[in-house]
């Protein structure tokens, strides 16, 4: 009977650590990205994006109808960006493939809590920035080029 016992400790033992093994957080570790001596950091934490939305008339045999298109996205946040920053807004769809962006440089930078908006002017396809096609947005912000001297 004891080696019953001893066998039964050990399945325990091999069950409970094999649950615990598949049941750990997965800790992330986010590195910066180096350059030469300096790191490239985002120059803000946090920001709100808004979409400007238009209403073109389109037909097909059916008819004429309206399609909602986004325009630009409005970007504000608190922070500042320096002068030579850039600002990417992408539209994904549900695959989250870029199928359409637009792009801001920002010569004289951000300051915090102005609101500029984003051409949306690439297209992966022609009606890519139709609201129907659109499920989330990826907001890039660069700062300045590090590789350039001051």
């Known amino acids: 009977m004891q ?3 001893v066998l039964a400790i050990v399945g325990i ?6 649950v615990g093994f598949l049941s750990n957080p997965i800790a992330l570790n986010l590195q910066l990205l180096g350059v030469g001596m ?9 920001a709100s994006i808004d979409f400007g939305v238009v209403k073109v008339t389109d037909s097909d045999s059916t008819g004429q109808f309206f399609k909602n298109i986004i325009q630009y996205c409005s970007f504000h946040s608190a922070q ?3 002068p030579g920053g850039k600002l990417i807004c992408k ?3 549900f695959r989250g493939e870029a199928i359409a962006e637009g792009f801001l440089l920002l010569p004289q930078g951000y300051d915090g809590s102005d ?3 984003i051409p949306i002017t690439q297209l ?14 990826t907001l890039v912000a ?3 080029d590090p590789t350039t001297p001051n």
């Open 3 to 5: 080696p019953i016992l």
């Open 13 to 18: 033992g091999v069950a409970a650590m094999s």
């Open 38 to 46: 300096e790191d490239i950091v985002s120059p803000i934490t946090a």
């Open 80 to 82: 500042f960006i320096e």
């Open 91 to 93: 539209l994904t769809d």
């Open 115 to 117: 609101r500029v908006l």
């Open 124 to 137: 992966a396809f022609a009606n890519a920035n139709s609201v129907k096609n659109i499920h989330d947005v």
């Open 142 to 144: 660069l700062g300045p």
